[in-house]
T-cell receptor, first 110, second 115 residues
Framework: DAKTTQPTSMDCAEGRAANLPCNHS???????VYWYRQIHSQGPQYIIH?????ETNEMASLIITEDRKSSTLILPHATLRDTAVYYC???????????WGAGTKLIIKP | NAGVTQTPKFRILKIGQSMTLQCTQD?????MYWYRQDPGMGLKLIYY???????DKGEVPNGYNVSRSTTEDFPLRLELAAPSQTSVYFC??????????????FGPGTRLTVL
């Protein structure tokens, strides 16, 4: 299974775009990139996922490089409520087991 | 919809006691999962189920048992509780119709302490 590497922590000013990087250099062609976040020990919350094309939904945008070895989650206008731990996960197509790393602790500052 | 509900929210057990963590979902999801999360760490999969009557081990199944008699319920049983089982337990469910719809929905968690 592909593993991911994320920075331990990041800061972002309120109202600015938060850009969270993730490296997944051993990703296979049929593996999806998923992003979840966890706010203050609550249950994790799904944000977005993608295979190779960029994706956007009401919460965020996901930019995946052409070689698929890295991706960036973009929160376009960060608010204080976006302070959370963000997890980048690569999921094999053949099973349903998410392999969770330690994630990136994102702190939004006023 | 209530989504995924878990009971209890908190529990303290003595070493050697047993208990069942309850999980119910009302979204008619076929897949359900149990995770544990230790402080400062990501989640680890304990058991999962792809449908009623079918369960399988995840990454850390030792010391736990599960059953899935209905689509809605997926209880997790701890036998002979040990301090190493002190953790926060999350239940999740998903509707895995195809690769585009595998996002998991999580419950609020059960915080368990074994003393």
């Amino acid at each position: 299974d592909a593993k991911t590497t994320q920075p331990t922590s990041m800061d972002c000013a309120e109202g600015r775009a938060a850009n969270l990087p993730c490296n997944h250099s051993t990703i296979s062609g049929n593996e999806y990139v998923y992003w979840y976040r966890q706010i203050h020990s609550q249950g994790p919350q799904y944000i977005i996922h993608g295979l190779k094309n960029n994706e956007t939904n009401e919460m965020a945008s996901l930019i995946i490089t052409e070689d698929r070895k890295s991706s960036t989650l973009i929160l376009p206008h960060a608010t204080l409520r976006d302070t959370a731990v963000y997890y980048c996960i690569v999921m094999p197509w053949s099973n349903y087991q998410l392999i969770w790393g330690a994630g990136t602790k994102l702190i939004i500052k006023p | 919809n209530a989504g995924v509900t878990q009971t209890p929210k908190f529990r303290i057990l003595k070493i050697g006691q047993s208990m069942t963590l309850q999980c119910t979902q009302d979204m008619n999801h076929n897949y359900m999962y149990w995770y544990r999360q230790d402080p400062g760490m990501g989640l680890k999969l304990i058991y999962y189920s792809v449908g009623a009557g079918i369960t399988d081990k995840g990454e850390v199944p030792n010391g736990y048992n599960v059953s899935r008699s209905t689509t809605e319920d997926f209880p997790l049983r701890l036998e002979l509780a040990a301090p190493s089982q002190t953790s926060v337990y999350f239940c999740a469910s998903s509707f895995n119709r195809d690769l585009r719809e595998r996002e998991q929905f999580f419950g609020p968690g059960t915080r368990l302490t074994v003393l």
